[in-house]
C-alpha cells in the first residue's frame, strides 16, 4: 500500500541536526508515511548518520554534486509514492501529532494544501521564542482559507506545507531549480493562482531554527532574487488582472526594495568601499526607511558593545585623524 505521507528533507552539511529532524519525521503517530532524505554533496558525517537509521521507511538519495535545494526537493518529488508531500528541513523537527492533525484538518476541508504555524527556536535552545504568525500579524482561531493577496500580505511562503502531490502532477508544477531563494514563494502563489485550496490552522506543530552565522552577502543575494521574482510575477497579463494582487505585490517589492538596498549599502562598506555606498544610499533614499526600521535592533546592538570594544574603536578612530 502506498504511503499517505512523503515527508521531504533536503540536507546539506547539517549532521549535529539531521537526526532530530529524521526522528521526529519517523515518530509520527500517522505511521503510513515514508522518508525521503536528499543530501546535496554534504562534506560532512550527514550522509553517515542518514544511514545509522535502520527504518524501512526512510530512503537516501544523494546528489553527485551540490545542486541547490529545488533540485533536490524536485528530485524527491519524482521518488514519492505518497498522497502528500511534507516539506521539512534538516535543520527542524516536527511535533508527534503533526501530520494526523493536518490531515484532519485537509481532510474535512478539502484542501489541496494545508500549513500550520511555526515555532521559532533560536540555535541551541529547546524553548520556543516566538511564532511566525505572532511575528508577521496574523491572528485567527481557526483554520481559515487564504487566497493569494492573504498569501502576499502576511508572507506566508514561510510556512512549510502539505501539498497534495495530485495537484502538482495534473499542473506540471515543480520547484524552480534556477532559483537559490524564495522557490517556496514562487510555487505557492503559482498553485493559488491555479485555484489550490490552501488552509491554515493556527496551532503550530513545526519547529524551526533559527541558526546563526548568515553572511551579509547571503542576505543580498536573497533580497536580490526576492526583487527580480517579485517584479517578473507584477510583469505578468495574468497577475495584472487582478488589481489587488498586483497592489500587494507592490508592496512587497518596496519592502524588499528596502532591504535589498540596505544590504547592498552594508556589503559595501563592509569592503570599505565608502563613496560607492555613500553614492547608492543618495540615489536610493529608500535606504533611510530601512535604517529607521531597523534601529530598535541597531541600537541594542552597540548598548550591548563592552567599554574595551569602545575604547578600542576609539584608538583606531584617534589614528585615523
Same mark, same amino acid.
Not at 553527485?64 to 534538516?90: F, V
Given at each position: 500500500?502506498?504511503?499517505?505521507?512523503?515527508?521531504?528533507?533536503?540536507?546539506?552539511?547539517?549532521?549535529?541536526?539531521?537526526?532530530?529532524?529524521?526522528?521526529?519525521?519517523?515518530?509520527?503517530?500517522?505511521?503510513?508515511?515514508e522518508v525521503?532524505?536528499?543530501?546535496?554533496?554534504?562534506?560532512?558525517?550527514?550522509?553517515?548518520?542518514?544511514?545509522?537509521?535502520?527504518?524501512?521507511?526512510?530512503?537516501?538519495?544523494?546528489?553527485?554534486?551540490?545542486?541547490?535545494?529545488?533540485?533536490?526537493?524536485?528530485?524527491?518529488?519524482?521518488?514519492?509514492?505518497?498522497?502528500?508531500?511534507?516539506?521539512?528541513?534538516?535543520?527542524?523537527?516536527?511535533?508527534?501529532?503533526?501530520?494526523?492533525?493536518?490531515?484532519?484538518?485537509?481532510?474535512?476541508?478539502?484542501?489541496?494544501?494545508?500549513?500550520?504555524?511555526?515555532? $521559532?527556536?533560536?540555535? !541551541?535552545?529547546? =524553548?520556543?521564542?516566538? *511564532?511566525?504568525?505572532? +511575528?508577521?500579524? %496574523?491572528?485567527?482561531?481557526?483554520?481559515?482559507?487564504?487566497?493569494?493577496?492573504?498569501?502576499?500580505?502576511?508572507?506566508?511562503?514561510?510556512?512549510?506545507?502539505?501539498?497534495?502531490?495530485?495537484?502538482?502532477?495534473?499542473?506540471?508544477?515543480?520547484?524552480?531549480?534556477?532559483?537559490?531563494?524564495?522557490?517556496?514563494?514562487?510555487?505557492?502563489?503559482?498553485?493559488?493562482?491555479?485555484?489550490?485550496?490552501?488552509?491554515?490552522?493556527?496551532?503550530?506543530?513545526?519547529?524551526?531554527?533559527?541558526?546563526?552565522?548568515?553572511?551579509?552577502?547571503?542576505?543580498?543575494?536573497?533580497?536580490?532574487?526576492?526583487?527580480?521574482?517579485?517584479?517578473?510575477?507584477?510583469?505578468?497579463?495574468?497577475?495584472?488582472?487582478?488589481?489587488?494582487?498586483?497592489?500587494?505585490?507592490?508592496?512587497?517589492?518596496?519592502?524588499?526594495?528596502?532591504?535589498?538596498?540596505?544590504?547592498r549599502v552594508?556589503? $559595501?562598506?563592509?569592503? !570599505?568601499?565608502? =563613496?560607492?555606498?555613500? *553614492?547608492?544610499?543618495? +540615489?536610493?533614499? %529608500?535606504?533611510?526607511?530601512?535604517?529607521?526600521?531597523?534601529?530598535?535592533?541597531?541600537?541594542?546592538?552597540?548598548?550591548q558593545i563592552?567599554?574595551?570594544?569602545?575604547?578600542?574603536?576609539?584608538?583606531?578612530?584617534?589614528?585615523?585623524?
Amino acid at each position: 500500500m502506498n504511503p499517505k505521507v512523503s515527508i521531504i528533507i533536503p540536507a546539506y552539511n547539517t549532521n549535529k541536526y539531521i537526526a532530530r529532524a529524521i526522528g521526529s519525521a519517523l515518530g509520527q503517530t500517522e505511521q503510513n508515511i515514508e522518508v525521503i532524505v536528499v543530501d546535496d554533496a554534504s562534506t560532512d558525517t550527514t550522509v553517515e548518520v542518514v544511514r545509522s537509521f535502520t527504518d524501512k521507511r526512510l530512503k537516501l538519495l544523494v546528489n553527485e554534486h551540490n545542486r541547490g535545494p529545488s533540485y533536490s526537493r524536485n528530485r524527491a518529488i519524482k521518488e514519492a509514492k505518497g498522497e502528500w508531500i511534507a516539506l521539512l528541513d534538516s535543520d527542524d523537527w516536527y511535533k508527534p501529532k503533526r501530520l494526523e492533525t493536518l490531515l484532519q484538518v485537509a481532510d474535512k476541508q478539502n484542501a489541496d494544501i494545508i500549513a500550520d504555524n511555526i515555532y $521559532l527556536v533560536e540555535d !541551541g535552545a529547546e =524553548s520556543p521564542c516566538n *511564532t511566525i504568525f505572532t +511575528e508577521e500579524g %496574523i491572528y485567527i482561531d481557526q483554520p481559515q482559507k487564504i487566497d493569494p493577496v492573504y498569501f502576499v500580505d502576511f508572507n506566508l511562503s514561510i510556512t512549510k506545507p502539505l501539498i497534495k502531490l495530485n495537484f502538482l502532477v495534473q499542473h506540471g508544477f515543480e520547484y524552480n531549480e534556477s532559483l537559490r531563494y524564495e522557490e517556496d514563494f514562487v510555487l505557492f502563489l503559482l498553485c493559488l493562482l491555479r485555484g489550490a485550496c490552501f488552509i491554515i490552522v493556527p496551532e503550530p506543530y513545526y519547529f524551526y531554527r533559527k541558526r546563526d552565522g548568515s553572511l551579509v552577502t547571503e542576505h543580498l543575494e536573497f533580497y536580490e532574487q526576492a526583487y527580480k521574482n517579485n517584479l517578473y510575477f507584477l510583469q505578468q497579463d495574468f497577475i495584472r488582472k487582478h488589481s489587488k494582487l498586483t497592489h500587494s505585490l507592490s508592496r512587497r517589492v518596496v519592502k524588499i526594495n528596502q532591504n535589498r538596498v540596505f544590504y547592498r549599502v552594508r556589503q $559595501l562598506s563592509k569592503k !570599505g568601499e565608502f =563613496s560607492t555606498a555613500l *553614492t547608492e544610499v543618495m +540615489e536610493n533614499p %529608500i535606504f533611510f526607511s530601512s535604517v529607521w526600521t531597523r534601529l530598535p535592533g541597531i541600537l541594542k546592538y552597540y548598548t550591548q558593545i563592552s567599554h574595551k570594544e569602545i575604547k578600542k574603536w576609539g584608538q583606531k578612530l584617534r589614528q585615523c585623524i
